[in-house]
């Protein structure tokens, strides 16, 4: 995997950071120039910041911390006629973050929206193969893929929020406001953490957390890009609001089968010869038999 970074751009307008989706969301065209801000110091992110190979798959399973975590049953939380709003602030962030749980759902009867806050169209700067006004139709596509390989497509109405790639950030009262005219009151709201560690996510996290909080909704929050720079038992992550989904090996299966739907993602661009922006550790890294949410009770 390439080296990637979400440090501080020189410009501090949010409008210019090219921050892009790179499955999990990172870019790989990231600014270099530290000369602004401290490195490994971010403005929105602040030291949750995504480079390198980040933590290992090996540690993740090995910590006793995400066996103790208390159990999430779908079947007994969820009320089967309940819709279930997932949040996706890029293509495929569904499938990594809760293709377990969305199986889960189907099968429980939830009906389920998806909301891709963008296409997602930023992954891949200055490439032939995939510029910005393919992936714009690719990776819904990709998605959709995904959602027929988890069994989950029918049950699932998707809705594109079309907001620029990398600059959700800024966009926030726009999606505060699209956000009111999808959201119904018993709706269960699913998110990235609030500081999961990509811009895009934790600005997605954030928007929904406060709707959810002002509307008295529940709200999950999926750890997806934290599992790349969080340790375990690291004291910026919520553990004591965290609860673990477990997949049976089938659903891992169909989780994976899911995940290699996004060609964009998973494959060297010929173009400019960059590494695939989903690298096999961060694959294997989030495909667990377990999803983490962080969730509280009458926020
Ligand atoms: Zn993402």
């Known amino acids: 995997m390439a080296t990637v970074t979400n440090s501080m751009s020189k410009n501090p307008a949010w409008s210019d950071l090219t921050f892009s989706d790179n499955g999990t969301g990172i870019s790989t065209n990231a600014v270099t120039d530290h000369t602004a801000a401290p490195e490994h110091h971010?403005?929105?992110?602040?030291?949750?910041?995504?480079?390198?190979?980040g933590t290992s798959q090996n540690a993740w399973q090995n910590w006793q911390g995400l066996q103790d975590l208390p159990r999430l049953h779908i079947a007994q939380d969820f009320l089967p006629h309940q819709r279930v709003c997932v949040f996706a602030p890029h293509p495929d962030d569904e499938i990594l973050g809760c293709g377990g749980m969305l199986q889960q759902l189907a099968a429980n009867g939830n009906p389920i929206v998806l909301v891709h806050?963008?296409?997602?169209?930023?992954?891949?700067?200055?490439?032939?193969?995939?510029?910005?006004?393919?992936?714009?139709?690719?990776?819904?596509?990709?998605?959709?893929?995904?959602?027929?390989?988890?069994?989950v497509a029918i049950q699932t109405t998707t809705v594109s929020l079309d907001l620029p790639d990398g600059d959700v950030f800024a966009q926030q009262a726009q999606f505060n406001e699209k956000l009111a005219a999808i959201i119904q009151p018993d709706d269960i709201l699913v998110t990235?953490?609030?500081?999961?560690?990509?811009?895009?996510?934790?600005?997605?996290?954030?928007?929904?957390?406060?709707?959810?909080?002002?509307?008295?909704?529940?709200?999950y929050q999926a750890l997806i890009w934290a599992w790349h720079w969080a340790k375990?038992?690291?004291?910026?992550?919520?553990?004591?609001?965290?609860?673990?989904?477990?997949?049976?090996?089938?659903?891992?299966?169909?989780k994976t089968q899911a995940i290699a739907c996004f060609t964009s993602q998973i494959t060297v661009d010929e173009s400019t010869g960059n590494s695939p922006i989903l690298s096999a550790?961060?694959?294997?890294?989030?495909?667990?038999?377990?999803?983490?949410?962080?969730?509280?009770?009458?926020?």
């Open 42 to 53: 971010h403005p929105i992110v602040g030291d949750r910041v995504i480079e390198g190979d």
């Open 117 to 151: 806050v963008t296409n997602g169209t930023q992954s891949h700067p200055n490439s032939q193969i995939y510029p910005p006004h393919t992936l714009d139709i690719i990776r819904p596509q990709e998605s959709l893929a995904a959602l027929d390989i988890l069994g």
């Open 192 to 219: 990235p953490f609030i500081h999961d560690g990509h811009p895009d996510h934790e600005a997605t996290g954030q928007v929904v957390a406060a709707f959810a909080k002002q509307h008295n909704l529940a709200c």
């Open 232 to 254: 375990p038992d690291d004291s910026r992550i919520p553990w004591h609001s965290a609860i673990r989904l477990d997949l049976t090996a089938e659903q891992l299966q169909r």
């Open 281 to 299: 550790q961060t694959i294997a890294r989030i495909s667990q038999i377990w999803e983490v949410y962080l969730y509280e009770p009458h926020l």
